[in-house]
């Protein structure tokens, strides 16, 4: 029987995946060891088959027939794959927190994250800059990611800014249920964050 090589599986694994998925040689483990999985990789990503993020995270064929090219990744799924991969907690923060949740329409000059990672930067083969900051997994690891977004959008905004058209888009972002849950927890955050939260609250029970 002719043995299937490397490169051969991991085509018919690629194959089932979604359009534009992102992947690396850790995905592939099962295949063969991590050596020869990387240079499999760096061979389909040569003749065409898939597409180099960033070293060692590749995307698969994502064509858009209407615009007639390729379709990049959104830096924010890159992120999340780096966080799936070294096993780190993330949320959005700073402008991207406030672009995400949709208080601002301006696209992020530089993509920010807090992580229960190291500080770290990754820039993309296109040239855009994801940043991760370090902050203490307790500060994050009891949130969902909208919620900590929610807390780094409040943090970003500051106290001098907040204003009650602020706090209803935040307000609809959130369920009754993740909003009792911030409540909850934000006993542990600034003094002046918190108040924003019981202040967010009070105001949804008027609406």
Known sequence: MKRISIQAKLE??????EKGALVSAHDF???GNYEAVKRALVRLCEEGKLK???????QTPNYNAFLKKDIGTSPKKVAEKLAEKFGWTIAPAEDTALNE??????????????????????????????????????????????????????????????????????????????????????KSMR?????????MKDEREYL
């Open 12 to 17: 018919e694994i690629i194959e089932t995946l």
């Open 52 to 58: 180099r993020v960033l070293r060692g995270l590749y």
């Open 191 to 199: 003094y002046w964050i918190y108040d924003e939260i019981k202040t």
């Open 101 to 186: 949740l949709g208080l601002s329409t301006q696209v992020p000059a530089k993509y920010t994250f807090i992580s229960d990672g190291p500080t770290k930067k990754y820039t993309l083969d296109n040239g855009i800059a994801i940043y991760f900051k370090h902050k203490a997994n307790k500060e994050i690891s009891k949130l969902t990611m909208k919620e900590a977004s929610v807390i780094e959008a409040i943090q970003t905004i500051s106290p001098e800014h907040m204003n009650d058209q602020i706090r209803k888009k935040l307000l609809n972002t959130l369920s009754e249920q993740e909003m009792q849950h911030l409540l909850e927890q934000g």
């Open 29 to 31: 483990l099962e295949v």
